[in-house]
């Protein structure tokens, strides 16, 4: 009921600055609670960010300060800015959609980060 379609991710330099775009369509109105994880080479998907409907957000210690989530919603997207980024940032980003208890995914956009 809910497509996902992340772009923006690249090569960027450590200490950089990247903002990744999801564009979302289907049963927007439905959505409780977007946000964006990532899978780093041999790990497992972890959270980064999260927003809730009510404009809560929530991030990972290690992103913390560095990363901001933002939606706009006339334009049914979600961005995730990351800043000062780091070489452990490296990895596959993937938006994230709530609507209650079933979790919609994007593709994921890669994000490579090196010195």
């Known amino acids: 009921q809910v497509q996902l379609v992340e772009s923006g991710g690249d090569l960027v330099q450590a200490g950089g600055s990247l903002k990744l775009s999801c564009a979302a369509s289907g049963r927007i109105s439905a959505i409780n609670r977007m946000g964006w994880y990532r899978r780093a080479p041999g790990k497992q998907r972890e959270l980064v960010a999260t927003i809730t409907s009510d404009g809560n957000t929530n991030y990972a210690d290690s992103v913390k300060g560095r990363f901001a989530i933002s939606t706009d919603i006339a334009k049914n997207a979600v961005y995730l800015q990351m800043n000062s980024l780091k070489l452990e940032d490296t990895a596959v980003y993937y938006c994230?959609?709530?609507?209650?208890?079933?979790?919609?995914w994007g593709q994921g956009t890669q994000v490579t980060v090196s010195s």
């Open positions: 994230n959609a709530r609507l209650w208890a079933i979790d919609y």
